[in-house]
């Protein structure tokens, strides 16, 4: 292998509200490093987001200008450049990223575009990429794509566009509950056991009217019953991801369905799901980013060569 | 008027989690005098209430001993001395409260028990006061008693008994969400607006299983349509509330009902409720926790004369 080969092409980003990513690669698609850090959107003022990545990749930077690619929170408003939501339907990422004002002549850096929805309102930073990442491995794919976390969102797609999509905050009610409530003496989240978390999906789907009486239970039941920590987080996650699909029901009844996110996550949803009879596939949520912002470096190569 | 009259015949005190309320009471029930502190039960060890006590009303005590009948998490296990629960279906306050160890001997201090509920399970502490303070007012009340608040209660009262009772987190989950996720940025809880407020309540009694996605839509309907934070606010509260509702219709549903509580709050409550046909009486509730203090120190007094 020649030394060109193992020469940086360009840089990846996944820059969200709590973290920094960033992926080296070379000019055949090849992942030659990986960092991260807690410089996430939230923390950072907006002068400091180019200082952020000089401090994460500075010596990946050489003499020449290297492409940065990013997607995520860093395109808000509040973020490095303001990359203006792009309306529904529409591909997920569209032909040209934003540029992002850079001083250090090593950087050229885009940015990839949000998406949003008029009725309901709705907005999307980040998993557009991912949701590009999985279409350009599979074109032809005409069905819904899950991508759960802290705002989970539901994502139906036809014809190579996002048709729809829902966000449910399903990752951040399930922090709130289990760290700023009375739960948070009785709720262990560290890991999920199957039984009192399908229950809970069963039970949220089939009663969901019932949902505000179901989480002070768990707190009685701890005090009167000393139920176990990791069975009431587990019944917490359960009923919080069964109101998600509750509220889903549209996107996934009938449909083909993708989940794209972290490993254990993935197949919670995954279980919820085949419990109602819906079989899901789970894709890397990460190689979906890299694979999105891959497509994006790609088509930027094409329109300015 | 005799000096007589004016001298303190025993202490009625409230204390909670995150609050103490002592009202200085005579022998005639007229009130001479109310003071609070911040020294609630979550930020005193198990040794420090006491000293709380006499801080807060040390210059009320004389020589002789002071009746003082307390309610609230003050007796739970975390608390002064643990008061343990009484079961449903029960009269609201018992005969005799538990008597906590003071060393200052003009203290004697008598707390009342809390009420707990196996199937499902649930507990409340404090509330049981309220409910005997509405009832030794309205002795052959049959139907529902709400209180709205932090860990809103339901209970269904008969032939003097809390028959059955349950627990809704709706205040501590308004505020999770308000302060603890990406909703802080778009949600105002200083006013409520009837409109916005009574179709969130309509909203999530006839599509409880949408509730999950209404949440996000909130945020979204600020980033995209700049909508007031009052409104989304009031949304917010009435999704919440009408989340209470929906699951608490089997105890409403065709009851004479009747709030307990804060006014604003109450209040809130009482137009959720009309919309429903549901003609509630609202009853302050601080008036009832003294109402039914009041009532345990009568019975404390015949008992120990």
């Given at each position: 292998m020649a030394a060109a080969d193992h020469k940086i092409g360009w840089v990846a980003v996944d820059w969200g509200t709590t973290h920094l990513r960033a992926t080296a690669v070379d000019?055949?698609?090849?992942?030659l490093a990986q960092r991260q850090s807690d410089d996430g959107m939230g923390r950072l003022e907006p002068g400091a987001f180019e200082a952020a990545l000089v401090n994460l990749i500075g010596d990946w930077l050489d003499g020449e200008s290297l492409p940065v690619i990013c997607c995520g929170m860093?395109?808000?408003?509040?973020?490095?450049?303001e990359a203006p939501y792009r309306a529904v339907p529409?591909?997920?990422?569209?032909d040209v990223p934003v540029q992002a004002p850079a001083r250090d002549p090593r950087l050229r850096v885009w940015i990839v575009p949000g998406i949003r929805q008029s009725t309901p309102p709705d907005v999307m930073r980040g998993e557009e990429t991912q949701i590009a990442g999985f279409l350009s491995g599979a074109p032809g794919f005409d069905g819904v794509i899950c991508l759960p976390g802290t705002h989970s969102k539901w994502a139906h797609i036809s014809a190579g566009e996002i048709v729809s999509f829902r966000t449910f905050m399903t990752g951040e009610l399930f922090e709130a509950l289990s760290e700023h409530t009375v739960l948070r003496h009785s709720v262990d989240s560290s890991a999920i056991q199957d039984e009192p978390f399908l229950g809970a999906v069963d039970r949220v789907l089939s009663r969901p009217e019932m949902l505000a009486g179901d989480l002070f239970t768990l707190r009685a039941a701890h005090l009167?019953?000393?139920?176990d920590a990791t069975a009431s987080g587990s019944i917490l996650s359960g009923t919080l991801i069964g109101a998600e699909l509750a509220a889903a029901r549209p996107y996934w009844l009938g449909q083909d369905v993708v989940i794209i996110g972290a490993t254990g996550l993935s197949e919670n949803y995954q279980k919820a799901l085949a419990a109602q009879g819906v079989d899901a596939r789970v894709v890397d949520g990460d190689e979906m980013t890299l694979a999105g912002l891959s497509m994006v470096m790609s088509e930027l190569k094409e329109t300015t060569h």
């Open positions: 000019n055949r698609g090849r992942v860093v395109g808000s408003r509040q973020g490095w450049a529409c591909t997920p990422v569209g009167l019953c000393d139920q």
